[in-house]
């Protein structure tokens, strides 16, 4: 019977899973998330090689111009402290992480390594309904920084976070609309399950005299297949 293999899991700056300090998007957002992998996966040294074919095709990227424009995005937000100009025709690339990012202390939020597979495994339209996209991706990495696993008061459950829909709004720059699409592929796919709460009222009354609640909090669970 063979050995059970440690689990893998990749952990991104909480900060920059919100966009708190600065902003990157979505799509900026999964192949940062790669890197961190490949950092700590490289024993955290501060320059790795990268095979970018390898690169850009586990994160969906098609040509080169867009890779560079992402590099170029990091590099400018100084997650990444190499400017790429030009992809080596031979050979690997080298990238250097800002280990700033990674210092003790830092408040990191962590997935098993299984979330990438959900991304780049849909490469083709017939098993589009078995991935998430970019916006789900990041959503539930903010899901999962806002939840508390360490907490050890057994009496309060702190396997949920319940984020507004105007935060998500804000802190990743996205339509209600696109939110909305990402629960769903995250519900379907049983990565997320979301239930919704009434969390308060402007003191109005219905003609029974009774409080109307016209404003929801949704509390999101993270599936513990990722924790």
Not at 191 to 209: I, P
């Amino acid at each position: 019977m063979g050995e059970k293999k440690d689990k893998l899991f990749v952990k991104v700056p909480t900060s920059i899973v919100r966009n708190e300090d600065i902003y990157i998007s979505n799509d900026e957002f999964i192949l940062y998330a790669r890197l961190c992998f490949l950092h700590f996966r490289n024993y955290g040294r501060e320059e790795m090689q990268v095979d970018h074919k390898k690169l850009m095709s586990f994160c969906l990227i098609n040509d080169t111009r867009t890779f560079k424009k992402r590099l170029k995005a990091l590099y400018e937000a100084k997650l990444i402290l190499n400017e790429v100009n030009k992809l080596p025709t031979k050979g690997a690339l080298p990238i250097e992480m800002n280990t700033d990012y990674f210092k003790e202390g830092v408040m990191f939020t962590k997935l098993a390594a299984e979330i990438f597979s959900y991304f780049n495994n849909g490469q083709t339209d017939t098993q589009s309904d078995s991935r998430i996209d970019e916006y789900a991706f990041r959503q539930i990495f903010y899901y999962k920084s806002h939840i508390n696993t360490k907490m050890k008061d057994k009496k309060v459950d702190r396997s949920f976070c319940f984020v507004g829909y105007e935060t998500l709004v804000e802190r990743l720059r996205v339509s209600r609309t696109k939110i909305k699409e990402a629960n769903e592929q995250l519900k379907k796919l049983k990565l997320v399950k979301v239930v919704k709460y009434q969390l308060g009222h402007d003191d109005q009354f219905n003609e029974n005299d009774e409080l109307v609640f016209d404003r929801y909090n949704n509390h999101y669970y993270v599936a513990n297949s990722l924790f």
